[in-house]
C-alpha cells in the first residue's frame, strides 16, 4: 500500500487548508484511514481518523475546526483544517489500518505516507 499526501503549506492563522490522501496498491488491506501530525520535539498525535464505514473521530485538539472524508471509488480521504493556529504547525502523515475499526492511535496504523508540512504564521 503506498499513501501519497498532498496540500499542505503556509497558512496565516484563522486560515484554512485541505490534506489530500491518495492510496494505491493493495487497496484491499487497508479499512480505516487517519491523519496525525508531529510537531518538532512533541510525539506523533492523531488528528482525525475516519473508518471503513465512514465514522469519523476527532482528536480534542481539532474538534470543531477539523473534518474528515473520504471518497472510497477514489481511495482517497481528505482533511478540511479550518481555523487554523499556530499550534497546528507540525508535519501531517496520512496512514492506513487494517481495522476496519476505530484506530485512535499511532500504533494501530500499519502504513504511512510521506508527510506534507503545514506551517500556520500568527
Known amino acids: 500500500v503506498q499513501l501519497q499526501a498532498s496540500g499542505g503549506g503556509l497558512v496565516q492563522a484563522g486560515g484554512s487548508l485541505r490534506l489530500s490522501c491518495a492510496a494505491s496498491?493493495?487497496?484491499?488491506?487497508?479499512?480505516?484511514m487517519g491523519w496525525h501530525r508531529q510537531a518538532p520535539g512533541k510525539q506523533r498525535e492523531l488528528v482525525a481518523t475516519?473508518?471503513?464505514?465512514?465514522?469519523?473521530y476527532y482528536g480534542d485538539s481539532v474538534k470543531g475546526r477539523c473534518t474528515i472524508s473520504r471518497d472510497r471509488i477514489k481511495n482517497t480521504v481528505f482533511l478540511q483544517m479550518d481555523s487554523l493556529k499556530p499550534e497546528d504547525t507540525a508535519v501531517y502523515y496520512c496512514?492506513?489500518?487494517?481495522?476496519?475499526?476505530?484506530?485512535?492511535?499511532?500504533?494501530?496504523?500499519?502504513?504511512w505516507g510521506q508527510g506534507t508540512l503545514v506551517t500556520v504564521s500568527s
Open positions: 496512514a492506513a489500518a487494517r481495522s476496519s475499526g476505530l484506530a485512535t492511535v499511532p500504533s494501530e496504523y500499519r502504513y
Open positions: 475516519i473508518t471503513s464505514g465512514g465514522f469519523p
Open positions: 496498491g493493495s487497496i484491499s488491506n487497508i479499512a480505516a
